[in-house]
C-alpha cells in the first residue's frame, strides 16, 4: 500500500475553492487595472475607435488569460483539474474570438466614418499600414481557429489535425504582441503602464513556457524513463511499466494521469493522456489501456528497454480532496485504472467500488481490484449486462442509493465512458449528494 496525505476536509474551504478564488481574484484586479489605464489614457480619435480601443485591450487581456489556463501550471492543475480547466479555455476562446472580431470590425468603421470613405477601401488602406496587417493577420488565425473548435467540425477532424491547427494560436499571439506594441497608446501612457504591460506578457508567456516546455524536458532529462514491461491484460487491454531514476521525488499521486510518448515506437506528436493504474511508490509507474486507436493499440509492441516521455503527472482525481471518511469509487471500463490506483493509497473510512462492465470477462484488473478491495474491508459491486437490460438504469437514483444507501455521506469518484459519467453525476444530483462530495474528471487533450 502506498502512504499519502488524505486529510478529509470539513467544514473548510476545498482546494478546488481557493484555486478558483485565487485565479478569479487575479483576473478581476488585472481587468480593474485594465479598466483604470484605459480611462487614464484619454479617448481615440472618434467614438467608435475609443470603443475599438475598449474591445482591443481585453482581447489582449483574454489572450494573456487563454496563455495561463493551458500552461498547465501543477498549482492550478492538481486544484482544479486539466478538463476544467480546458473547458474554460474553450469558452475563454470563443469569447476571445468575438472580442477581437468586434475590434477589427469597430477599427474598419471608425477609420472610415473618419475619412468619410467606404468600410472595404478602409480595410484595404489599413492592409497597407504593417502594424494594422499585423492584427489582421493574427485575427484571421484566431478566426481559423475558433471555427475548427466547433463542435461541428471538431468531431469530423483527427485529433493530429485539429491540434496542428490549434498550435497556429501561438503564431496568433506573436503576431498581436507585434501589433500590440506598434499600435496601443494606453500601455505607453505612463511609466506604470509599460512596467505593468510587459510585466504580465512576461508572466503569461513564462507560464506556458515553463509548464509546456521546461518542467516536461527537465523531468524527463532526470528521471530518464524506461519501458521495463509490456503485459497483455486481454486481447484488447495492456499494462505497460516505466521506470527511472528518483521517482520517488516524482510529484504523483494516485488517481493522476501522464501524456505518453514513446519515441522511436511512434511519432513525437503522438501523445496519449493515461491513467497511473497503480498508485505511484517511488519504484516505477505503470499506465493500463484499452486499444482504441493507432496508439494505444500499439502499445503491446513497444520494445522493453525502449525511452519514454511523460509529461505530468496532472489531473485533480485525487484524495486530495477528500471531504468525508467513507468513499464510493463509481467505474465504468478501462476507468477501473484510476480507482484501482485509488484504492491502493491508506486512507480513513470505508469504501465501496461500483465496477461497470458489458461483461466479467471485459472487467479490466478486476483480480487486483477485488484483492485490494478485500484488503481495505470493503464491497465491491461488479454490474454486467446491456444498459436497460434488466429495465432499470444501472445509474439512476433508486439503483444508486440500494447499492450504498449511505450514499449522501461518501465521497464519490466516478471514472468511465462519458454517457455513464453523465447518468451518474445526474443520479447523484437527484439524490442531492452535495456538489463538493463529487469527483469526475475527463482525461483528454481536446
Not at 483574454?62 to 495561463?68: A, E, I
Not at 503564431?171 to 506604470?192: D, K, M, P, R, Y
Not at 461497470?356 to 484488473?365: C, F, G
Request: charged letters at 15%; glycine letters at 10%; hydrophobic letters at 50%.
Amino acid at each position: 500500500m502506498t502512504a499519502a496525505s488524505n486529510t478529509v476536509r470539513s467544514g473548510t474551504m476545498l482546494p478546488v475553492d481557493a484555486a478558483r478564488w485565487v485565479m478569479w481574484t487575479f483576473v478581476a484586479v488585472n481587468v480593474v487595472i485594465v479598466e483604470a489605464l484605459f480611462l487614464g489614457a484619454g479617448a481615440g480619435k472618434n467614438g467608435v475607435l475609443t470603443v475599438a480601443k475598449f474591445f482591443g485591450l481585453h482581447a489582449a487581456l483574454l489572450m494573456l488569460f487563454q496563455l495561463l489556463l493551458v500552461a498547465r501550471l501543477p498549482w492550478l492543475d492538481r486544484r482544479i483539474g486539466m478538463d476544467r480547466l480546458t473547458v474554460w479555455h474553450r469558452w475563454v476562446g470563443f469569447g476571445l474570438l468575438w472580442t477581437v472580431l468586434t475590434h477589427a470590425t469597430l477599427v474598419v468603421l471608425g477609420y472610415a466614418t473618419l475619412d468619410d470613405t467606404s468600410m472595404g477601401r478602409t480595410f484595404v488602406a489599413l492592409s497597407g499600414v504593417p502594424a494594422s496587417l499585423l492584427g489582421m493577420l493574427a485575427a484571421a488565425v484566431i478566426v481559423l481557429i475558433g471555427v475548427t473548435s466547433t463542435r461541428v467540425l471538431r468531431r469530423r477532424m483527427r485529433y493530429e489535425v485539429w491540434h496542428g491547427l490549434h498550435l497556429l494560436l501561438y503564431v496568433a499571439l506573436g503576431l498581436a504582441f507585434v501589433h500590440q506594441l506598434q499600435e496601443t497608446t494606453t500601455f505607453a501612457s505612463s511609466a506604470f503602464a509599460t512596467a505593468y504591460w510587459w510585466l504580465l506578457w512576461l508572466f503569461a508567456f513564462g507560464a506556458l513556457l515553463t509548464g509546456r516546455v521546461a518542467m516536461p524536458l527537465w523531468r524527463n532529462a532526470y528521471h530518464r524513463f524506461r519501458v521495463t514491461a509490456v503485459v497483455p491484460e486481454s486481447d484488447n487491454v495492456v499494462s505497460v511499466y516505466v521506470t527511472g531514476r528518483h521517482l520517488d521525488k516524482l510529484p504523483a499521486r494516485a488517481g493522476q494521469f501522464c501524456i505518453w510518448r514513446f519515441p522511436g515506437h511512434n511519432h513525437w506528436w503522438l501523445a496519449n493522456p493515461f491513467s497511473l493504474s497503480a498508485a505511484p511508490g517511488g519504484q516505477g509507474l505503470r499506465l493500463t489501456a484499452k486499444a482504441a486507436g493507432t496508439t494505444s493499440a500499439g502499445l503491446r509492441n513497444i520494445p522493453v528497454g525502449s525511452r519514454a516521455f511523460v509529461e505530468g503527472p496532472y489531473g485533480a482525481f485525487t484524495s486530495l480532496h477528500r471531504t468525508r471518511p467513507g468513499a464510493l469509487l463509481i467505474a465504468g471500463g478501462v476507468g477501473i485504472t484510476p480507482v484501482r490506483a485509488l484504492l491502493e493509497e491508506q486512507t480513513t473510512g470505508d469504501v465501496v467500488v461500483v465496477y461497470r462492465v458489458r461483461s466479467e470477462a471485459d472487467a479490466v484488473l478486476l483480480n487486483e481490484v477485488r484483492h485490494l478491495v478485500a484488503l481495505r474491508g470493503g464491497r465491491l459491486h461488479l454490474l454486467t449486462g446491456r444498459t436497460g437490460e434488466h429495465g432499470t438504469p444501472p445509474f439512476g437514483p433508486g439503483s444508486l442509493h440500494q447499492l450504498v444507501p449511505d450514499i449522501t455521506e461518501r465521497d464519490v469518484y466516478v471514472c468511465g465512458p462519458p454517457a455513464m459519467t453523465a447518468a451518474v453525476l445526474a443520479g447523484l444530483r437527484e439524490l442531492r449528494v452535495p456538489g463538493r462530495q463529487v469527483h469526475a474528471e475527463k482525461f483528454s487533450l481536446a
